[in-house]
């Protein structure tokens, strides 16, 4: 990684998701953090020896915030480690990274966190925060140390891919946490209602005689972690929703005060079940794709803020695992690269605004960890990214960064490709235009 240095970046639409502005303008960085924001046409006196870079037709945003995504270390760098996976981040624009704890072991003892901060120290050119397990061994059976682990540097709990499925576990997490001010995530999909379903219940996975995984798998389990949130008074995130009926709860939970929040997996966000099409293995998520129909209910979800964060669901899967029949194939895909391009597809159709959906990629994902990022005001991190929004690209997974190539996007046709990411004002990725 290279020197930071005074960089100006002139004329760009700058996008500012805090205060919800979208205007030209010019920034100045210094010694890793935002030193100036200058609103409007006229270019400021820049400092002596600062680097310039033009950025007329560009625009100027926070760094995305990923709170979900698997990074491979340590147990399975075979699918990803912090190095590609940090690459891959850089290249898709994503500046901060929230790595699942469901690792080999499990983020559920300090030294794995400490491991996790020094190998990000000298592998990522991002920032990887950890996000410890909450229950020991991921086994959902006893929570973990909660005040050990923030110490050592964890930022929120969850057990990944895991739902925490015994109600009274989940209950004392959510007073241990409260204690804490700690943030509760839970994958809300019950695993009995689930059963041996491999997609959306519905006409479609008859007709490909695939057995389905109804809405209520999520419903049932979110509504259980909502009236706990209720009685406990703790901080609760549901890691992704993909059904409208799971908007209307999340709906009144915040009408009656709660602190609670919810996720949407970009895969829910941009596609529907008919991508799994002829048994395409790198469509097989949790939640699983769900009708058109839900689709665009989450879409709604997110230009309304009812939704409060993008995911990526960067879950690598070895390429053994996903050459399988549909049924046997694990469950993930690739997301963190591909991650702010197809979220683009939402701008382009005119369904929601650039400062609204750098809200839910960048501003309240920083929000909900607590972090300073995420806007674009003096003395903020420079945790930036400057992207052409408009220019196009066919997604190929050959030249994708990530270790693993199952991307649900491949030879999909985008529009946005990052020209420069900075983290802490250092150049850590620059585009081909760049």
Request: hydrophobic share 45%.
């Amino acid at each position: 990684m290279s020197e930071a240095r005074d960089i100006a970046i002139v004329g760009a639409t700058l996008v500012d998701p805090a205060s919800g502005r979208e205007e030209r303008g010019s920034l100045l960085v210094r010694d890793g953090a935002i030193a100036s924001v200058a609103w409007g046409e006229a270019t400021p006196a820049l400092p002596e020896g600062a680097e310039r870079i033009e950025g007329r037709g560009l625009v100027l945003a926070p760094g995305l915030v990923d709170l979900r995504a698997f990074l491979g270390e340590p147990g399975a760098e075979f699918r990803e480690t912090l190095g590609t996976g940090s690459q891959a981040a850089a290249a898709g624009g994503v500046t901060t990274v929230l790595c699942r704890p469901d690792t080999d072991p499990p983020i559920d003892d300090p030294s794995v966190i400490d491991f996790i901060k020094r190998r990000a120290r000298d592998k990522a050119i991002v920032n990887v925060l950890p996000c410890a397990a909450l229950t020991k061994g991921l086994a959902g059976k006893e929570i973990t140390e909660f005040g050990l682990l923030l110490e050592a540097g964890a930022v929120a709990f969850s057990d990944g891919a895991k739902a925490v499925r015994n109600p009274q576990v989940m209950r004392r997490a959510m007073i241990y946490a409260r204690d804490f001010d700690a943030l509760l995530i839970n994958h809300v999909e019950d695993p009995d209602l689930r059963g041996d379903g491999v997609m959306n219940l519905g006409e479609f996975a008859s007709r490909k005689g695939l057995p389905g995984i109804p809405v209520e798998a999520e419903t049932v389990m979110l509504e259980r972690d909502l009236r706990l949130a209720r009685a406990t008074g703790a901080r609760y995130h549901a890691a992704m929703v993909s059904c409208s009926d799971s908007l209307e709860l999340i709906r009144r939970a915040k009408a009656d005060g709660l602190f609670v929040t919810c996720g949407v997996s970009i895969n829910n966000l941009t596609l529907n079940e008919n991508d799994v099409g002829e048994y395409r293995t790198f469509c097989k998520v949790s939640p699983p794709l769900r009708h058109e129909d839900e689709r665009l209910a989450m879409v709604e979800g997110v230009a309304e803020g009812l939704i409060d964060v993008i995911v990526s669901d960067h879950d690598p899967q070895d390429v053994e695992t996903k050459r399988q029949p549909f049924a046997e194939a694990a469950n993930g895909a690739l997301g963190i690269e591909t991650l702010l391009p197809a979220s683009l597809r939402l701008f382009h159709a005119g369904q929601i605004g650039l400062p609204a959906l750098f809200a839910a990629l960048s501003g309240r994902p920083a929000g909900l960890l607590g972090l300073d990022c995420g806007r674009l005001v003096a003395g903020a991190p420079a945790d930036l990214i400057l992207l052409d929004p408009d220019a196009p690209f066919v997604v190929d997974k050959r030249k994708l960064k990530s270790r693993a190539k199952n991307s649900p996007f491949d030879e999909a046709r985008l529009q946005g490709m990052v020209q420069v990411t900075l983290v802490g004002g250092v150049a850590v990725y620059r585009g081909e235009l760049a």
